[in-house]
């Protein structure tokens, strides 16, 4: 099956600096990888995602990249802010799978002041 | 979301006990999934269904069982907790065709 591996598993930043967080996955027929937000006792949240005919996608200050022959993704958060300070998950799906998703292990962001 | 809903948030229970733990959702959804969360293991894949007569297993489904009572209602159960069950649980949702999944509050489960 799938199997996704997420780096860093901790990150600290300072407050205006940009973090990155990378997740590598090893079935190549993932076509769907979304990045998840999850905060302190709350569950996660969908921030962005990405499909395998797209490269790169923005929302902002966040952004996600897909490498589909390494078969990495990576989430880029710029600007950053104290409430940027969470647990992000990444995860793919594998075409043909359901809509099964395979996490990752988390990273936990903290953005210093 | 309040979309989707789980009870209860929290439960403390002992060994051996039965356990439900109740899920749904007004979001009209076909597809319901029961997620595992331990510290340090990111979220793992207990049971999904993709309508009321199609449940499958995920990747640790062993002491787990689920229901599909309803396109709404997704219930797992825990039919002799064990302390090493003691987790958050999470239940999703999502629509067909490769729509994102939507999670709900969790459930804090300790057995002791």
């Known amino acids: 099956g799938e199997n996704v591996e997420q780096h860093p598993s901790t990150l600290s930043v300072q407050e205006g600096d940009s973090a990155v967080i990378k997740c590598t996955y090893s079935d190549s027929a993932s076509n769907y990888f979304p990045w998840y937000k999850q905060e302190l006792g709350k569950r996660p949240q969908l921030i962005i995602d990405?499909?395998?005919?797209?490269g790169e996608k923005k929302d902002q200050r966040i952004a996600v990249t897909l490498n589909k022959t390494a078969k990495h993704f990576s989430l880029h958060i710029t600007e950053t802010q104290p409430e940027d300070s969470a647990v992000y998950f990444c995860?793919?799906?594998?075409?043909?799978?359901?809509?099964?998703?395979?996490f990752g292990t988390g990273t936990q962001l903290k953005v210093e002041l | 979301d309040a979309d989707v809903t789980q009870t209860p948030r929290n439960r403390i229970t002992k060994t051996g006990k039965r356990i439900m733990l109740e899920c749904s959702q007004t979001?009209?959804?076909?597809?319901m999934y029961w997620y595992r969360q331990d510290p340090g293991l990111g979220l793992q894949l207990i049971y999904y269904?993709?309508?009321?007569?199609?449940?499958n297993k995920g990747e640790i489904s062993d002491g787990y069982s689920v229901s599909r009572q309803a396109q709404a209602k997704f219930s797992l159960s825990l039919e002799s907790a064990i302390p090493n069950q003691t987790a958050l649980y999470f239940c999703a949702t999502s629509g067909g065709g490769g729509q994102p999944q939507h999670f709900g509050d969790g459930t804090r489960l300790s057995i002791l």
């Open positions: 269904s993709f309508d009321v007569k199609d449940i």
């Open positions: 990405i499909r395998s005919n797209v």
């Open positions: 995860a793919a799906r594998v075409t043909g799978g359901g809509n099964k998703l395979t």
């Open positions: 979001k009209g959804h076909d597809r």
